[in-house]
């Protein structure tokens, strides 16, 4: 493939593609909404928890536990410390989940995460490459990409829907299937110009990213099982911590370190997150279904 279409979507299609991701994110948020953390906080803080510490840490020690080489355990924990996206808002709404939950939580892994990958990143660079492999990170430099495709759109998205609440469900039926359709484009080409590079790791990489996405979503359950959440908030809560934002974990690997082998395993990551939600949202919805038949007698 020619250099010049791997440079595009590289630097213009995936920085876009999350930036419209990101905006589409704004447009159902409103300040408002962020006094469910006062409202519930345990329940935003166990989610918390549960994607921007449990998540790196399960990422570092599966890459441990299945022996990765250190590129495929490095793609892995880019993975972990992304935070959720708009497609397990997505997903929450599918399966009729607790989606104000799932779009805060989304909104404050994304703000949080602008300061804590650059750090998280700059640490990974070192314990799992050899010097010189990859280029030097800059972690004010990175964090400055971050600000600008993820919180600055969020915030525009947030003032269109303040003082343009007419046009706000307009674009929100337009941009709603961004998420999905961007994350599809950008897996498909990453897996088109590295093909042979995905069928060769997808034996060796397959399990533990396989691994990576059940026991994280078996993690969400648990911690939910733990604050005593309903049905609703339990789905929410397994969804978040296991369907990440792999769009921004691509622009991580191709965008801001260049690295076309490192998106192997995000490519993986995004199918299989993808299968498994669906699976879990099938099997909550008969719990959900007998919670709301309790409430209503």
């Not at 590129?71 to 989940?97: D, H, K, Q, Y």
């Not at 939580?105 to 492999?133: D, K, N």
């Not at 991580?252 to 199918?271: E, F, R």
Request: charged share 10%; net charge positive.
């Amino acid at each position: 493939m020619p250099t010049e279409a791997v440079a595009f979507v590289n630097t213009i299609f995936v920085p876009i593609g999350l930036m419209l991701i990101m905006f589409s994110l704004g447009l159902t948020l409103a300040l408002n909404d962020f006094r469910l953390v006062l409202a519930r906080p345990k329940l935003v803080f166990a989610g918390l928890g549960g994607q921007l510490l449990l998540m790196p840490l399960l990422a570092l020690a599966l890459g441990v536990a299945f022996r990765l080489p250190p590129e495929l355990a490095l793609g892995l924990f880019i993975l972990g410390i992304c935070p959720a996206g708009t497609t397990s808002n997505a997903l929450t709404f599918v399966g009729r989940g607790n989606v104000a939950l799932a779009v805060v939580l989304t909104a404050l892994s994304s703000f949080i995460t602008v300061f804590t990958i650059p750090l998280a990143l700059s640490w990974a660079l070192q314990h799992f490459t050899i010097p010189g492999t990859l280029p030097k990170l800059s972690i004010l430099g990175t964090a400055t990409q971050l600000v600008r495709i993820t919180i600055l759109p969020i915030a525009i998205g947030m003032l269109v829907r303040r003082f343009a609440p007419a046009t706000t469900p307009r674009l929100v039926v337009w941009l709603r299937p961004t998420s999905l359709i961007v994350m599809i484009g950008v897996i498909a080409f990453s897996v088109l110009v590295s093909f042979d590079m995905v069928m060769m790791n997808l034996v060796r990489a397959g399990p533990a990213i396989w691994a990576l996405n059940v026991v994280a979503t078996l993690a969400g359950l648990l911690i939910a099982k733990g604050i005593a959440a309903d049905a609703r908030d339990a789905m929410t809560l397994a969804i978040e911590v296991g369907v990440h934002n792999v769009t921004l974990a691509i622009f991580i690997t191709l965008s801001v370190l260049d690295s076309l082998p490192l998106a192997v395993m995000q490519n993986i990551y995004g199918v299989i997150m993808l299968f498994n939600a669906g699976l879990l949202i099938r099997w909550c919805q008969s719990k959900i279904a007998r919670e709301v038949a309790v409430r209503r007698t």
